[in-house]
């Protein structure tokens, strides 16, 4: 077993989450409680790096699990052209592990400001940000000391999908989400799927993904980079076939992330096309089998057992963190201090 801390918190992810469930739910529930009375028309997401990716995921699981439009916030608007918002009859969620950067806690005040009802999704329940918002989701996943966040990424989205199972009333998610450590150390035992011969002597990748895939793509790729120093760009693979499919001609390798659910037909479909282009493909997915070649195939068995589809992504996510640090390891790279990073970025 791998040492590193990136590692042994990526491990964790699975604990982290059933404490986490267990002890937010009262408190999730008197925040839905509230949303339900508000009403609001808009959900606008606040936060940087894995944090801003959390809030993608976000934007897929509200939109389509309440029908409630998602934005992202442009932190610039505050924070350089000094510009205030009106979000009457909006909630805003503002995503962040430390609590502390300046232009998340300017952007957070602005949004209430501006008439919006504020919830932080905070690691650290002592922060600024903390103190700032009208309600507070605990991530409760830990110090986390690697630069390379894993534990708080997956901890936030399940608290995001705890609050959309209450607020919606969705039994059916509420229940699933129950079973989502168990599968989640599931995981961590499983057998690799992505490898280091498939991304060894690689500068330059694509990740593709629909719907979910994608929202999860856009952290694949930034891991990608942090972790390994490969230039990697997400894409939905709806789009990818819009022009920069055009890629592929140069023998472009591609990580595909094989989602369970309503997506997978049509993602299936492209993958196939790209695959028939010539790119070198492989494949993350919630269950056990991987292939690494010019066709893929994939297990359902954890959709068949019942988990809901809206978890699938976290146990995609789960089995790439640890693979990408065995992949570090092999490589002679640090997985815990990528050069040039600091786990607080303190951006104004």
Same mark, same amino acid.
């Given at each position: 077993?791998?040492?590193?801390?990136?590692?042994? $918190?990526?491990?964790?992810?699975?604990?982290?989450?059933?404490?986490?469930?267990?002890?937010?739910? #009262?408190?999730?529930?008197?925040?839905?409680?509230?949303?339900?009375?508000?009403?609001?028309?808009?959900?606008?997401?606040?936060?940087?790096?894995?944090? #801003?990716?959390?809030?993608?995921?976000?934007?897929?699981?509200?939109?389509?699990?309440?029908?409630?439009?998602?934005?992202?916030?442009?932190?610039?608007?505050?924070?350089?052209?000094?510009?205030?918002?009106?979000?009457?009859?909006?909630?805003?969620?503002?995503?962040?592990?430390?609590?502390?950067?300046?232009?998340?806690?300017? %952007?957070?005040?602005?949004?209430?400001?501006?008439?919006?009802?504020?919830?932080?999704?905070?690691?650290? $329940?002592?922060?600024?940000?903390?103190?700032?918002?009208?309600?507070?989701?605990?991530?409760?996943?830990?110090?986390?000391?690697?630069?390379? =966040?894993?534990?708080?990424?997956?901890?936030?989205?399940?608290?995001?999908?705890?609050?959309?199972?209450?607020?919606?009333?969705?039994?059916?998610?509420?229940?699933?989400? %129950?079973?989502?450590? =168990?599968? *989640?150390?599931?995981?961590?035992?499983?057998?690799?799927?992505?490898?280091?011969?498939?991304?060894?002597?690689?500068?330059?990748?694509?990740?593709?993904?629909?719907?979910?895939?994608?929202?999860?793509?856009? $952290?694949?790729? *930034?891991? *990608?980079?942090?972790?390994?120093?490969?230039?990697?760009?997400?894409?939905?693979?709806?789009?990818?076939?819009?022009?920069?499919?055009?890629?592929?001609?140069?023998?472009?390798?591609?990580?595909?992330?094989?989602?369970?659910?309503?997506?997978?037909?049509?993602?299936?479909?492209?993958?196939? #096309?790209?695959?028939?282009?010539?790119?070198?493909?492989?494949?993350?997915?919630?269950?056990?089998?991987?292939?690494?070649?010019?066709?893929?195939?994939?297990?359902?068995?954890?959709?068949?057992?019942?988990?809901?589809?809206?978890?699938?992504?976290?146990?995609?996510?789960?089995?790439?963190?640890?693979?990408?640090?065995?992949?570090?390891?092999?490589?002679?790279?640090?997985?815990?201090?990528?050069?040039?990073?600091?786990?607080?970025?303190?951006?104004?």
């Amino acid at each position: 077993m791998n040492s590193s801390v990136m590692a042994t $918190e990526a491990r964790e992810a699975p604990l982290v989450i059933q404490h986490q469930l267990s002890s937010n739910d #009262d408190n999730v529930k008197r925040i839905a409680d509230k949303l339900r009375s508000i009403n609001p028309q808009l959900i606008y997401i606040i936060g940087r790096g894995s944090s #801003d990716h959390a809030g993608v995921f976000g934007k897929y699981l509200f939109e389509t699990e309440l029908g409630i439009p998602v934005c992202s916030a442009a932190l610039s608007i505050a924070g350089v052209f000094n510009k205030q918002l009106n979000l009457n009859n909006a909630v805003a969620f503002v995503i962040s592990q430390s609590g502390r950067s300046p232009d998340i806690l300017r %952007q957070a005040e602005s949004a209430k400001k501006g008439g919006a009802f504020t919830i932080a999704i905070v690691n650290d $329940e002592t922060s600024p940000l903390a103190h700032l918002v009208d309600a507070v989701i605990p991530i409760s996943a830990g110090e986390e000391k690697a630069v390379a =966040a894993t534990k708080s990424y997956l901890a936030t989205l399940s608290a995001l999908l705890h609050l959309c199972g209450h607020w919606g009333k969705n039994d059916e998610l509420l229940s699933s989400l %129950q079973q989502l450590p =168990a599968s *989640l150390d599931s995981v961590v035992s499983a057998p690799m799927q992505l490898t280091t011969e498939f991304l060894r002597a690689t500068r330059n990748t694509i990740i593709l993904g629909r719907g979910f895939g994608y929202a999860i793509g856009r $952290e694949v790729a *930034l891991k *990608l980079k942090e972790v390994l120093g490969i230039h990697a760009e997400a894409f939905s693979s709806a789009e990818f076939i819009h022009g920069p499919v055009t890629l592929v001609e140069q023998q472009l390798k591609v990580i595909s992330l094989l989602v369970n659910d309503e997506s997978e037909a049509l993602h299936r479909a492209i993958i196939g #096309d790209v695959i028939g282009r010539g790119a070198q493909c492989t494949e993350i997915n919630a269950g056990s089998a991987i292939t690494t070649a010019r066709a893929i195939t994939t297990a359902r068995a954890i959709t068949d057992s019942g988990l809901h589809p809206r978890l699938l992504p976290l146990l995609i996510m789960q089995r790439f963190y640890l693979d990408i640090e065995h992949i570090a390891v092999e490589m002679g790279l640090n997985p815990d201090t990528p050069p040039g990073l600091n786990k607080v970025t303190k951006t104004q």
